[in-house]
């Protein structure tokens, strides 16, 4: 159904690079492996590395997120992907903005649910516990919505 999705937050260092590698993990069993799944920020620290409490958290998952490296959303990105999920409604607005016709392909994370999930960058661990927990949330919802 998907070709691509793409996970976007603001830094592209906290919550999108969580997201995108427990999609990755999550469907790596599954007929949807083959999807392209990435990420990146409105506002994005570019070239960064993925932030230390983030790297902690996915590798007490036995996720490796080392290797990611932020990079800024931009129109290519957007018409490269057919499914863009956000962490906010206000990046919803800012895809839109950035590409209106991206209009019916950018969903929040938490769509099914109705939920946000808050920039933990800067916070206490706990931040990112809690933005994780809503990460997976999110991910799974969509996993059993539209990829099972």
């Given at each position: 159904?998907?070709?691509?999705?793409?996970?976007?937050?603001?830094?592209?260092?906290?919550?999108?690079?969580?997201?995108?590698?427990?999609?990755?993990?999550?469907?790596?069993?599954?007929?949807?492996?083959?999807?392209?799944?990435?990420?990146?920020?409105?506002?994005?620290?570019?070239?960064?590395?993925?932030?230390?409490?983030?790297?902690?958290?996915?590798?007490?998952?036995?996720?490796?997120?080392?290797?990611?490296?932020?990079?800024?959303?931009?129109?290519?990105?957007?018409?490269?992907?057919?499914?863009?999920?956000?962490?906010?409604?206000?990046?919803?607005?800012?895809?839109?903005?950035m590409a209106p016709?991206?209009?019916?392909?950018?969903?929040?994370?938490?769509?099914?649910?109705?939920?946000?999930?808050?920039?933990?960058?800067?916070?206490?661990?706990?931040?990112?516990?809690?933005?994780?927990?809503?990460?997976?949330?999110?991910?799974?919802?969509?996993?059993?919505?539209?990829?099972?």
């Open positions: 159904m998907f070709s691509g999705v793409l996970l976007v937050c603001v830094g592209n260092i906290c919550r999108s690079p969580m997201a995108e590698a427990l999609l990755i993990d999550r469907l790596s069993d599954s007929n949807y492996s083959r999807i392209n799944i990435a990420s990146a920020g409105v506002g994005a620290l570019v070239g960064h590395e993925a932030d230390a409490t983030a790297k902690e958290l996915m590798t007490e998952k036995n996720i490796d997120v080392s290797a990611h490296r932020a990079r800024q959303l931009n129109t290519e990105l957007i018409s490269e992907y057919d499914l863009i999920l956000v962490m906010e409604k206000s990046h919803i607005n800012a895809v839109h903005n016709s991206s209009k019916g392909k950018v969903h929040l994370l938490g769509k099914w649910s109705d939920f946000e999930i808050s920039d933990p960058y800067m916070q206490p661990r706990r931040e990112f516990e809690v933005a994780l927990e809503l990460i997976e949330r999110g991910v799974d919802e969509w996993i059993e919505k539209v990829f099972s």
